[in-house]
Every structure is written in structure tokens, then in C-alpha cells.
């Protein structure tokens, strides 16, 4: 059975740091392609960052040169690394992993930018 475990929000000032962290167990390979979605009140789930099983990585205009994401193959673990974080990066962010059949979800992780 396939876990996400999702770790890393948290409450942080404009201009702020959070790293997020996607813990995948049951998976039977690490070489899934992952990925992390958000969602503000109101909007849409908005897909952020991609990152294949050979490492290449994709990011949605609003976050690019802000957030990187990266795995660690050996843990099976995916992380998102949020700098110059804004009030409108404000949302509930979610890990995914696609495997051949099915994508799965982590449980999200809140992320609130505020003075």
C-alpha cells in the first residue's frame, strides 16, 4: 500500500523560508515521477513543481527561481524548498506520486505567509 507522509509547513513572514517534505513508503521503486500541487481557499488545486524519476524538473511561472524541488532516491522522499515566500503562496500543499496505474496523494500540509 502506497503512504505519502507530508512534513515541513508552517506559519512563516513574507520574505520567508519552509522546506516540505513527501516521505513515500510502498511504493516499490523510488524512480516515480513526484510532484506538489496547492490549493488556496476559493481556487482551484494548481499544480507547482514535477520532478521525474531521472530528475528533471518543472515549475509553474508564479514559483520558478523561488522553489526548488528535489528528492533523496535512497529515502524515497521528495522536498520542495519555498524561498522569497509571498501572502498569495498562501495554501494547502499537497505531494503526489504517479505510478504506472494510479497517482496518490499526501494528506497536505498547510502553509500560511503573514506578518
Known amino acids: 500500500q502506497v503512504q505519502l507522509v507530508e512534513s515541513g509547513g508552517g506559519l512563516v513572514q513574507p520574505g520567508g523560508s519552509l522546506r516540505l517534505s513527501c516521505v513515500a513508503s510502498?511504493?516499490?521503486?523510488?524512480?516515480?515521477?513526484m510532484g506538489w500541487y496547492r490549493q488556496a481557499p476559493g481556487n482551484q488545486r494548481e499544480l507547482v513543481a514535477s520532478?521525474?524519476?531521472?530528475?528533471?524538473?518543472t515549475y509553474t511561472d508564479s514559483v520558478q527561481g523561488r522553489f526548488t524541488i528535489s528528492r533523496d532516491y535512497a529515502k524515497n522522499t521528495g522536498y520542495l524548498q519555498m524561498n522569497s515566500l509571498k501572502p498569495e503562496d498562501t495554501a494547502v500543499y499537497y505531494c503526489?506520486?504517479?505510478?504506472?496505474?494510479?497517482?496518490?496523494w499526501g494528506q497536505g500540509t498547510q502553509v500560511t505567509v503573514s506578518s
Open positions: 503526489y506520486l504517479q505510478s504506472i496505474l494510479s497517482r496518490y
Open positions: 510502498g511504493t516499490g521503486s523510488a524512480l516515480y515521477p
Open positions: 520532478i521525474s524519476g531521472g530528475g528533471s524538473t
